[in-house]
T-cell receptor, first 110, second 114 residues
Framework: AQRVTQPEKLLSVFKGAPVELKCNYSYSGSPELFWYVQYSRQRLQLLLRHISRESIKGFTADLNKGETSFHLKKPFAQEEDSAMYYCALSGLDSNYQLIWGAGTKLIIKP | NAGVTQTPKFQVLKTGQSMTLQCAQDMNHNSMYWYRQDPGMGLRLIYYSASEGTTDKGEVPNGYNVSRLNKREFSLRLESAAPSQTSVYFC?????????????FGPGTRLTVT
């Protein structure tokens, strides 16, 4: 069954520290992976997708097919990174619609 | 541009009542979606409309109906609300109906069914 797991409901780190938000997935084929973010009082929005191999706001995510993971990383956290982060996948089995993780709330302490 | 708008923002219903959640987008997108979000869970797709004139069931369609009124508007109807439908509902749109295209979200509707 296709599934996205974000094992941490809450992650709290100090400003300037590295951040890693974990995302593990279960999917039999080759999925596309995404990170969406919701800042306080803002709407849910796309942060990055693995197929673009981009870095947005200093965040990167590498698809590890062997470990079926797509962890989101940033070397130096900033206070404005505090938000809810959602990992999602899509593929043929989901009719190319998004399957979402439960989300991780990231708090950056000053 | 307002993007994706949803009405109402909040709603309380009694079991058995009906209501329609409205969604509109001004980005000329072809595809629109309705999700629900429950505590401790990710968003789950209720229905989507890949293009005007088409609708398809998502992961959790039971108890809901949708109407793609025109290219701009996509409504979600609860015919007989149940407490299990207490949730936050999000509408979204995208240029094309696959996840490869960024989805743009509305602000959400918080629905409580007592």
């Amino acid at each position: 069954a296709q599934r996205v797991t974000q094992p941490e409901k809450l992650l709290s780190v100090f400003k300037g520290a590295p951040v890693e938000l974990k995302c593990n997935y279960s999917y039999s084929g080759s999925p596309e992976l995404f990170w969406y973010v919701q800042y306080s009082r803002q709407r849910l929005q796309l942060l990055l997708r693995h197929i673009s191999r981009e870095s947005i706001k200093g965040f990167t995510a590498d698809l590890n097919k062997g470990e079926t993971s797509f962890h989101l990383k940033k070397p130096f956290a900033q206070e404005e990174d505090s938000a809810m982060y959602y990992c999602a996948l899509s593929g043929l089995d989901s009719n190319y619609q998004l399957i979402w993780g439960a989300g991780t709330k990231l708090i950056i302490k000053p | 541009n307002a993007g994706v708008t949803q009405t109402p923002k909040f709603q309380v219903l009694k079991t058995g009542q009906s209501m329609t959640l409205q969604c509109a987008q001004d980005m000329n997108h072809n595809s629109m979606y309705w999700y629900r979000q429950d505590p401790g869970m990710g968003l789950r797709l209720i229905y989507y409309s890949a293009s005007e004139g088409t609708t398809d069931k998502g992961e959790v369609p039971n108890g809901y109906n949708v109407s793609r009124l025109n290219k701009r508007e996509f409504s979600l109807r609860l015919e007989s609300a149940a407490p299990s439908q207490t949730s936050v509902y999000f509408c979204a749109s995208s240029e094309v109906g696959t996840a490869s295209y960024e989805q743009y979200f509305g602000p959400g509707t918080r629905l409580t069914v007592t």
